[in-house]
């Protein structure tokens, strides 16, 4: 008896397509995988928006104890000195008797004088911070901190007195003192204050600026 099996043996044409197309298959997976794998990379490499999100602060939500703080160290930066001069004479009119009774003082006054803002006083509830990032800060308005006579170089240049007096001993110190008022005059005159306002408005501003912030506003009260 003869038995007849019905699976015959693949032809070389047949043998050779199947090989073609396993080869094929295999192309085109491995290309999918390396197409996945530059997608991914594409994805993995940070993008100019990402690097400036990554490089800008976070976003202030308060000002805090910290800022305050530091906002208060740029008190030596916020003053302003004047160094003035002045020649002031001050002394009694006896009329017809000056010769006799008269007394007279000529003094050269030199005194520096400083103005600023307290920052020392600058408190939290100060700032006031808008959901866009501007800053309004209200600082006190400046004030003159110091008057410091030049001793060495404030001096009497001349003092006349009648033949019949010995002159009054509160003479000078007065004149002293009126001294002390001109040359502090002077300095406001020269706008002195509002040089310190704007010196604390800037440094104040590029500090909270530098921050991150997005604009600041400085007020004074009244």
Same mark, same amino acid.
């Given at each position: 008896?003869? @038995?007849?099996?019905?699976? /015959?043996?693949?032809?070389?044409?047949?043998?050779?397509?199947?090989?073609? +197309?396993?080869?094929?298959?295999?192309?085109?997976?491995? %290309?999918?995988?390396?197409?996945?794998?530059?997608?991914?990379?594409?994805?993995?490499?940070?993008?100019?928006?990402?690097?400036?999100?990554?490089?800008?602060? =976070?976003?202030?939500? *308060?000002?805090?104890?910290?800022?305050?703080?530091?906002?208060?160290?740029?008190?030596?930066?916020?003053?302003?000195?004047?160094?003035?001069?002045?020649?002031?004479? *001050?002394?009694?009119?006896? %009329?017809?008797?000056?010769?006799?009774?008269?007394?007279?003082?000529?003094?050269?006054?030199?005194?520096? !004088?400083?103005?600023?803002?307290?920052?020392?006083?600058?408190?939290?509830?100060?700032?006031?911070?808008?959901?866009?990032?501007?800053?309004?800060?209200?600082?006190?308005?400046? =004030?003159?901190?110091? @008057?410091?006579?030049? =001793? =060495?170089?404030? /001096?009497? !240049?001349?003092?006349? *007195?009648?033949?019949?007096?010995?002159?009054?001993?509160?003479?000078?110190?007065?004149?002293?003192?009126?001294?002390?008022?001109?040359?502090? /005059?002077?300095?406001?005159? *020269?706008?002195?204050?509002? /040089?310190?306002?704007?010196?604390?408005?800037?440094?104040?501003?590029? &500090?909270?600026? +530098?921050?991150?912030?997005?604009?600041?506003?400085?007020? &004074?009260? %009244?």
């Amino acid at each position: 008896m003869t @038995v007849h099996d019905t699976h /015959q043996a693949p032809s070389r044409s047949t043998l050779l397509t199947f090989l073609v +197309g396993a080869l094929l298959a295999a192309v085109v997976g491995v %290309g999918a995988m390396v197409a996945s794998g530059v997608s991914q990379l594409v994805d993995a490499v940070p993008t100019p928006a990402d690097l400036v999100a990554a490089l800008a602060p =976070e976003p202030y939500e *308060k000002i805090g104890p910290v800022v305050v703080e530091s906002v208060r160290d740029l008190a030596s930066l916020t003053t302003v000195e004047m160094v003035e001069f002045t020649i002031v004479e *001050k002394g009694t009119d006896q %009329g017809w008797l000056e010769w006799a009774r008269g007394d007279r003082v000529r003094l050269m006054a030199v005194a520096a !004088i400083g103005a600023g803002v307290d920052l020392a006083a600058v408190q939290t509830s100060d700032f006031r911070l808008s959901d866009d990032g501007v800053v309004t800060v209200t600082l006190p308005h400046a =004030e003159l901190q110091y @008057v410091d006579v030049d =001793e =060495e170089a404030t /001096q009497v !240049i001349d003092r006349q *007195k009648g033949l019949l007096t010995k002159g009054e001993p509160q003479l000078e110190s007065e004149t002293r003192r009126l001294a002390d008022t001109i040359l502090t /005059q002077s300095a406001l005159d *020269k706008g002195i204050l509002e /040089q310190a306002e704007e010196n604390a408005s800037t440094a104040i501003s590029n &500090f909270l600026l +530098g921050l991150g912030y997005s604009r600041v506003i400085v007020d &004074f009260d %009244g």
